[in-house]
């Protein structure tokens, strides 16, 4: 093979003492390792050190923030974001190092380059469930692409074409299930606060958590997981049910305080004779809401 240009890979982290090993280990074949520590209470920094990673301690300051600024240490103009539970399989490796080789000969148009993750739940690699393939942009040249910038489930926006690479990146998703309640609560707060001012109405607590659960169950084949699958649409109906409840406990406590729903507003106005906004417009036709994932 051809050599290669150099690949710098960021890592964030925090109190992974016990999952980082596995993970550095993997890419132990790369030019540079970056891991971003946001103030571990446990052995995650002399971790990363004994695996000749470069260790850069910083406050948190969220998910997509941390990882930009992890990009931004980077010496090397490709990037390879990989998180502290996951891992490099030898053939997802040779495939980096093949599309880097192809980079360096300038036959590679690609700015970026997709990989299949892989999730191991509970002891066992899932296939079903909406879970596999799991698509990420996690191979980028850092001038053509970006964070998104989203406090969860935050991507890399990518300016070019995007390739795609063969074998997979390794998902060891929680520790246990007490681990992905955790989690679930953690990330549901996050999505709560970053579309704070939506307004959510009670049909939305009951109908997309059943939708959620059914689509992973049924027409994804999550009941081809056994018992895991049977966990996993649930906790997947429960994690939209909880993003959506806390958005509406928000708006309570918004009333309490004294501010107006909006139904509230509209009728304050068209009881003092001014017509609503949405009568105003009401001849022109109901307006869609905006789609959004709310997985």
């Given at each position: 093979m051809s050599a290669r240009l150099p690949l710098s890979v960021i890592v964030i982290a925090r109190d992974e003492e016990d999952r980082l090993p596995r993970a550095l280990a993997s890419v132990a074949w790369a030019d540079e390792i970056v891991v971003v520590d946001s103030g571990s209470r446990d052995a995650t920094c002399e971790v990363a050190r004994r695996a000749g990673a470069r260790v850069i301690v910083r406050a948190w300051a969220g998910y997509s923030a941390q990882k930009a600024?992890?990009?931004?240490?980077?010496?090397?103009?490709?990037?390879?974001?990989?998180?502290?539970?996951?891992?490099?399989?030898?053939?997802?490796?040779?495939?980096?190092?093949?599309?880097?080789?192809?980079?360096?000969?300038?036959?590679?148009?690609?700015?970026?380059?997709?990989?299949?993750?892989?999730?191991?739940?509970?002891?066992?690699?899932?296939?079903?469930?909406?879970?596999?393939p799991d698509r990420k942009v996690r191979l980028f040249r850092r001038d053509r692409?970006?964070?998104?910038?989203?406090?969860?489930?935050?991507?890399?926006?990518?300016?070019?074409?995007?390739?795609?690479?063969?074998?997979?990146?390794l998902h060891h998703s929680f520790r246990d299930f007490a681990h992905h309640v955790a989690k679930t609560h953690e990330l549901a707060r996050l999505w709560a606060e970053e579309r704070e001012g939506r307004r959510v109405r009670a049909g939305d607590l009951l109908f997309h958590p059943l939708a959620k659960g059914l689509k992973s169950y049924l027409w994804q084949g999550g009941i081809l997981e056994g018992w895991r699958g049977l966990l996993l649409a649930g906790m997947g109906g429960y994690s939209v049910w909880l993003k959506y409840a806390l958005l509406r406990a928000r708006q309570g406590e918004e009333v309490g305080r004294g501010g107006a729903a909006p139904g509230a507003r509209q009728g304050e106005e068209a009881g003092r004779g001014r017509a609503a906004p949405g009568a105003r417009h009401a001849g022109r036709g109901a307006q869609g809401r905006e789609s959004e994932d709310v997985h």
């Open positions: 600024f992890a990009a931004d240490q980077a010496a090397h103009d490709w990037i390879l974001w990989l998180d502290a539970d996951e891992e490099v399989s030898p053939a997802l490796r040779a495939a980096i190092e093949g599309a880097l080789a192809r980079q360096a000969e300038g036959g590679a148009r690609c700015d970026a380059y997709q990989v299949n993750r892989r999730t191991e739940y509970l002891g066992r690699y899932l296939r079903f469930g909406g879970w596999y692409a970006a964070f998104d910038g989203r406090r969860v489930h935050e991507s890399v926006r990518v300016a070019g074409p995007v390739g795609r690479l063969r074998g997979e990146l």
